[in-house]
């Protein structure tokens, strides 16, 4: 069964490797790693994709990670059959194959590169924000919220009480995409907490995004 690790760890050579060996000794098979951010106090989170053999539990992995000096995991949770760590150069890639959608194409690799549950594109209209392209888990309206622009760089937003999102402890990110009036967003269900190193990677991916469709 695949799962998705968020582990905290120390940002020195070794680390990885024994928390590697850790989760296969409790049943794990790791699939990919990615580095999600360096922090300044010397540590690192880490991303883990890994399959667990038959009748082994999430919780015996993170047991012998958290068993380790100085580690400790943020999140875990299940993963898509067939998942995988999406990179950003990846994403480039797609956006770079249908140029004069890239708007809309980010939309739809945000929930995959940002291990989200939807992404989205408003833009607002006077009083009101409107959605111009969604994935389908997204929500279906947004009333709100128009405080939100004008939009200068990536920032965690807080939703507006009637989202439905809002009710679940739906965290979200947006950043302006060619425009302050308009913003693309991703909302993630419950955690991890999203990281500084992830907002600044969501500016960037929506700052090429206008530049490929306006270049189209």
């Given amino acids: 069964m695949p799962y998705l690790l968020r582990v905290e760890l120390p940002d020195v050579p070794g680390s990885l490797g ?8 409790a ?16 540590t690192a989170v880490d991303d883990v994709l890994l399959e667990t053999a038959p009748g082994v539990m999430p919780d015996s992995l993170v047991s012998a990670c958290n068993k380790l000096d100085g580690v400790q995991v943020l999140w875990v949770s299940r993963y898509g059959a067939g998942g995988n760590l999406f990179l950003d150069l990846e994403a480039v890639e797609a956006l770079t194959q249908t140029p004069a959608s890239a708007r809309d194409e980010i939309v739809d690799l945000l929930p995959i590169t940002f291990r989200a549950d939807w992404g989205m594109r408003v833009r607002r209209k006077g009083d009101h924000v409107k959605v111009l392209h969604r994935t389908s888990a997204a929500p279906e309206s947004a009333t709100g919220n128009p405080e939100w622009f004008p939009a200068k760089h990536a920032v965690r937003l807080e939703l507006p009480p009637d989202w ?31 990281l500084d190193s992830e907002l600044a990677r969501l500016g960037h991916l929506a700052a090429l995004a206008a530049s490929i469709a306006k270049n189209a």
């Fill in 18 to 25: 024994a928390v590697a060996a850790a989760i296969g000794e």
């Fill in 27 to 42: 049943g794990g098979d790791i699939e990919a790693i990615e580095i999600v951010e360096h922090r300044p106090d010397g």
């Fill in 164 to 194: 439905a999102a809002s009710a679940d402890g739906t965290l979200v990110a947006g950043a302006p995409i060619g425009r302050d009036d308009e913003l693309v967003l991703f909302g993630r269900r419950g955690g991890p907490e999203i």
